[in-house]
Structure formats: C-alpha cells, structure tokens
C-alpha cells in the first residue's frame, strides 16, 4: 500500500502577501527607504554619493554612531534613554590623549583603561537608574554636564595630540591585501562576497529550521529580494571600497559587533528578557526576570561601547578637543528611532538601528556634497526623526 504523500502547503496569495507587507512594514520600510535615500542622493550628486573614496569616508565618519547605536537599542529597547554617550565619548578621547600621549602609556593598554572607564561611567548611571528607581532621562542629563566638564578639566581646555600611528590605525587604517592588487585590493572583495554567502546561507538555515518547525515564515519571494538587496550592498559596497584602498580597519570592528549584538538579541536569553521587560516590566519581573539588574546591565553596556566610539573617534580626528563629542547622542538616539526603535519600548532590532544610523549618514553626506548648510541639515534631519517616531505611534495606536 503506498504511503501518503504529505501535501504541499498551498501558495500564498496576494491577498497574504499584502497581509504580510502590512504587519512587517517596520522591517521592510526601512530597507525601501534606505535604498531610496541613498538612489536619490547618488543622483542629486551626479554619481558621487556611491564614488569609493567618499564610500570610505561615510563609513569612517558613521562608524563610532552605529557602534553606539547598538548600545543604545538595547537602552531603548529595556525602555530608558541615554543622553550623555556625546559626552562619554569626548571624555573617554580626553582620557585616552592624556594616557596616550601625555604619559606614554602603551595604546593597547590605555584602549582597555578606556573601555573600563566606559564600563564604571555606565555601571555609575545604571545604578541610579536600576536600583533607585531615577528616571534615565536626568540622569543621563546630569552625566553628559558631569563628563563634560570632566573633558574640560583632563584637557585643561586645549586639544591634545597627536596621537602614535600605530594608535590612529584603528581608524584610519584599511586591511592590507595579500595579493598586492594596484587597482583592485582582492582581499577586501573577497572578504565581502565570503561575507554576503554566510548572511545568505545562515538566513537560509533559519528559513528552513523555521519551516521544519512550523513557524511562520515570510513569504519566498519576500525572503528572496530583501536577501538579494542586502547581498548587492555587501558585494557593490565592497566592490566599490576594494577599488580604492580596501576595507578600513574600523568596517570590520562595526561588522563584528553587528553580528555579535543581532546574535544576542535574537538567539539569547538575556537578549529576549531585555524585550520581554520593556515591553512590561511588571510582568517581565513576576515571571522571575531580574529587571533591576537588567536594566543596569544594559547602562553598562553602553557605557563600554560608547567608549570604543570615543577611541574611534579619537584616532579618526588625531586628537582629542574639548568639544567632540558634540551632539552624538542626538545622532544616535535619532538612529534608533529612524530604524524602528519603539520609544516606548520593547520594540526594535539590531539591523534596523544599523540602517538608521546609514540612513542618517547618507543624509548627512549627501547633504553636505548638495551645499546644503548646517541650519537646513539640522531642520531636514528633525523632521526626518519626528516622522519617523509618528509612523510608529501612528501604527501602535491604530
């Protein structure tokens, strides 16, 4: 007697797919609207939004706000806010100028001095915030007047510098290619397409775990272009970098602690609580979820990467100056936001945040090649976060 064959799940309809589209419009919307951003920049600018070197130079200026972005998602996420990351940042710089260059510490240890110093200011803040009860908001507020003056006082009100080469080389330093191409750094091109297959691949075993499982899936021809879209940017990105001096050294850092950070938030359990409590605390913390200790734990976190931005950003400039810093934690808070960060809480992904801070990137560099000025910028990027935040609470409300 033959064996029944086990149907086949029927196809998906347009109805479905425009049901689908519909309840995942935060994902895709931002992906949409990335790609149309940077269409509409690259043709205002005559093709030199996408030119490798300012390809090189948007992600060297953008690097230390996307590392602090994934800080700052998870903030949001557990339901808090972090003004003072602008001022960690100039701290830490300062800190690592008079270590670096004023007492001839090694720049390896000052690095780790550094990223503990970031650790203790969250731990600090944290504290107050977690086991207190204080609102985020002031004392994140209190924090960025407190490491602020504290710049000014390291400093003593002048920029210091310059820092070793060996020391600017994490940020201005690209990856050295084994194959000594003149025109083409083979290294860098192959390092993006191995990149682009084991997103593809690993997105692929997801899919079909998922299916073996019975969960839900997006449909195929859904899952196909938005894998495809972010394979033509890895490989057009890396294409276009490998062509000029190759993939700069800070890339990989951002790359590493994309995957590391969207890991967590996905695949474990602290990184599920961290949702679970901002979207109820009080029902987070009866199901036996530490939220006190969570929260601090997110504080400390972003202490520890607004520190790395702070070295980042140090090596970049090649020194350390009184006012960097300046307005960062706009920048990155309006990321998380743009990339679909409820600010209620709860609501946010690691990827979205990384798109956020690009689309604000692209904006900022394609405005400033346009001749746009500072004031206008300001305005265009205001009303670019506000809408943004509306879409949300617009959606949650209906």
């Known amino acids: 007697m033959d064996e029944p064959v086990a149907a086949s799940p029927p196809a998906a309809s347009p109805v479905a797919y425009g049901s689908f589209l519909k309840n995942n419009l935060r994902e895709y919307g931002m992906l949409m609207s990335l790609i149309a951003i940077m269409a509409l920049f690259q043709y205002l600018t005559d093709g030199t939004l996408l030119q490798p070197l300012n390809l090189t130079n948007l992600v060297l200026q953008n690097s230390y706000i996307v590392i ?13 806010i ?29 690095a780790l001095l550094c ?16 086991f207190f009860r204080m609102p985020s908001f002031i004392v994140t507020l209190a924090g960025m007047l407190v490491f602020k003056g504290l710049s000014l006082a390291l400093l003593q009100g002048q920029s210091v510098g310059p820092f070793p080469r060996t020391f600017q080389l994490l940020s201005s330093g690209f990856i ?19 990149l682009a297959l084991a997103m593809v691949a690993a997105k692929l075993r997801e899919r079909s775990l998922r299916l073996r499982h019975g969960i839900e899936n997006e449909p195929y021809p859904f899952f196909a272009v938005r894998n495809l879209a972010f394979v033509a940017l890895i490989v057009g990105l890396s294409y276009q970098l490998a062509t000029y001096r190759g993939l700069p050294n800070v890339l990989v850092i951002m790359v ?68 960097a810093g300046t307005g960062f934690e706009l920048d990155v808070i309006a990321a998380c936001f743009i990339g679909g960060a409820s600010a209620s809480g709860g609501v946010g992904m690691v990827l979205g945040a990384v798109i956020g801070a690009l689309v604000m990137g692209v904006m900022n560099n394609g405005m400033s090649i346009l001749g746009i000025g500072i004031d206008y910028q300001q305005v265009i990027k205001g009303l670019v976060l506000l809408t943004a935040v509306f879409v949300d609470v617009y959606n949650k409300n209906k």
């Open 82 to 110: 972090d003004l003072s990351v602008g001022s960690v940042v100039g701290f830490i710089g300062a800190l690592a100028a008079v270590l670096i260059v004023e007492m001839h510490v090694h720049y390896v240890l000052a």
């Open 176 to 194: 050295p290619d084994a194959f000594e191409g003149e025109t083409l750094r083979i290294t860098s091109l192959a390092i993006g397409i191995a």
């Open 256 to 323: 590493v602690l994309i995957l590391v950070y969207d890991f967590v938030t996905r695949r474990t359990t602290i990184g599920r609580r961290v949702y679970a409590m901002g979207g109820n605390e009080k029902a987070a913390r009866l199901s036996g979820v530490k939220t006190q200790w969570l929260s601090f734990f997110t504080f400390v976190n972003m202490g520890m990467l607004a520190a790395v931005a702070g070295l980042v950003f140090a090596a970049r400039l090649n020194t350390a100056t009184p006012k």
């Open 115 to 130: 990223i503990a110093a970031g650790a203790l200011i969250g731990a600090a803040q944290g504290y107050f915030i977690a």
């Open 68 to 80: 602090m972005a994934l800080g700052m998602l998870l903030v949001i996420v557990a339901g808090h």
